[in-house]
């Protein structure tokens, strides 16, 4: 009876452990893996039951067949989904987004490797293609797109933008720790004018209860307009330091060039005396982050060299081709002093160089980069080291100028001699204000340098993007401060 029971017993146990198993392989065979739309379109799971959800991009019926493109921002590429006639309904419009199930199956075009075979599609949110500001067969350019900054995300050319946006940050992050520099967070709220300009967004609470107390810090606060003051800090205790971050200035411009935020890449070397050290920085970071751009990110970068600035693909080949040539200042004065172009400002030695010199000096040049030193001493700020060099005096500052933006960086050696810094400090009024900067000059400084790259600029220069408010997800200026 024992041996009947355990038997029994047995049985039972297998015939469930069978039936589990049995169910286990139905449910995985049943049950569609989710892809992004970047992943089904390189086949890795052809032939699978698969899932993907996306925005419709375009929509044709036919008789029998049913045909959609779908795309969820993972590639410029969208995933073409094939479905019966019965699938269809009046809610499958350009922009909704949906959710598709069904099979992946190699293309019979050459222009798609891959396809969805659809069994059941399902609209997650529908879009008026009446009220939609984009047209399914519509071009629409920078200008017009930018009119909508909560919907212009879901176009090619701004999808693109963001993605190769993404990568450069990436890119930029991967140069500076292969190269062992320490990543430094550096505040937004400030109590410096690192540029001695002015144009601060002063910060204040909107719920301050006390009115004795003016400032809420107890002294006047800003919004940054550099973290470079607070590197050097850093660069006191480490030999690189970088920051990447927002920066604001209250620059009254609707211009293309300027935004009242945007970011900067800011970097200090410490124990060095030479610009060529910052210079090679600037240049190899500049490369680096470029070719990996346009290694990972060839649709996107593609989309713009060819439907936004044709021709561009030359100029940004030519300048990772070259060595970026160096000029001073009195030799780019002179080049400019030279040449048959009318100038709306006048160039002399001592002028500060407008937009429309340094887009001359880059073309003189052959339409690459090139730096520009020793700059004037009285154009540049207090930090910047004197060359001694009189009569002409200049600082040991550096510009890199690059084609269709003109300065792209800016940056110098830094003053550490003590005597020299405080007497500059003490005939700008400022040596009350900078005497935590006099200190760093006191114990165990260093010779050292840095500069400020425009992230923006950048996206610019190795895109061709003309307008600055095309490579910002949410443009800021004056009188325009949407969402």
Excluded at 151 to 167: G, Y
Excluded at 232 to 249: I, K, N
Excluded at 291 to 315: I, M, N, Q, S, W
Excluded at 465 to 481: L, Q, T, Y
Aim: hydrophobic share 35%; aromatic share 10%.
């Amino acid at each position: 009876m024992f041996r009947a029971a355990s038997k029994m017993l047995s049985v039972a146990s297998t015939t469930s452990v069978s039936r589990g198993v049995f169910l286990l392989r139905h449910y995985c065979q049943r049950t569609p893996r989710k892809l992004r739309i970047s992943e089904a379109v390189s086949g890795a799971e052809l032939g699978a039951n698969i899932k993907v959800q996306g925005w419709i991009r375009s929509v044709r019926s036919q008789k029998t067949n049913l045909f959609l493109h779908v795309n969820d921002g993972s590639s410029l590429q969208s995933l073409q989904i094939v479905a019966s006639s019965e699938l269809n309904n009046p809610s499958l419009t350009f922009g909704s987004a949906v959710e598709v199930t069904g099979i992946l199956k190699k293309s019979p075009h050459q222009k798609q490797p891959v396809e969805l075979e659809a069994d059941q599609i399902h609209v997650v949110g529908e879009c008026n293609p009446v009220d939609f500001p984009f047209k399914i067969k519509d071009r629409h350019s920078l200008e017009y797109i930018r009119q909508f900054p909560h919907l212009r995300c879901r176009t090619n050319a701004f999808s693109s933008l963001l993605r190769i946006r993404s990568e450069a940050t990436t890119a930029v992050h991967s140069y500076f720790k292969e190269n062992g520099f320490v990543q430094i967070h550096t505040p937004i709220i400030s109590s410096n004018d690192c540029e001695g300009a002015g144009e601060l967004f002063q910060v204040e609470s909107s719920g301050l209860g006390n009115e004795e107390d003016e400032n809420f810090f107890s002294v006047p606060a800003f919004l940054t307009v550099s973290g470079q003051l607070h590197l050097e800090v850093m660069s006191g205790a480490f030999s690189r330091v970088y920051t990447f971050g927002p920066t604001f200035r209250a620059e009254n411009s609707q211009s293309r060039r300027h935004l009242a935020e945007f970011y900067m890449v800011e970097a200090e070397v410490s124990f060095t005396q030479s610009l060529e050290d910052l210079t090679k920085v600037m240049e190899d970071m500049f490369r680096s982050a470029t070719e990996h751009v346009l290694a990972h990110c060839a649709e996107d970068v593609d989309l713009f060299h060819k439907h936004v600035t044709p021709g561009y693909r030359d100029t940004v080949e030519s300048m990772l081709k070259k060595r970026f040539p160096v000029i001073t200042y009195s030799e780019a004065i002179d080049i400019l002093t030279r040449s048959s172009q009318k100038f709306a400002f006048p160039t002399h030695w001592g002028c500060d160089l407008q937009t429309e010199h340094e887009k001359h000096l880059v073309k003189h040049c052959g339409n690459i980069p090139v730096f520009v030193t020793d700059y004037p001493y009285d154009l540049k700020p207090f930090y910047a080291r004197d060359n001694m060099d009189h009569p002409k005096h200049t600082a040991a500052a550096v510009d890199l100028l690059v084609p269709g933006v003109g300065e792209l960086c800016g940056g110098s050696l830094r003053e550490e001699r003590l005597d020299l810094l405080r007497a500059r400090l003490e005939e700008a009024g400022l040596e009350d204000t900078y005497s935590w900067y006099l200190d760093l000059r006191r114990f165990g400084s260093v010779p050292h340098g840095g500069f400020g790259l425009g992230f923006e600029r950048y996206l610019q220069c190795i895109l061709g993007v003309d307008n600055i408010k095309d490579v910002i997800p949410f443009p800021r200026f004056s009188h325009s401060c949407l969402l």
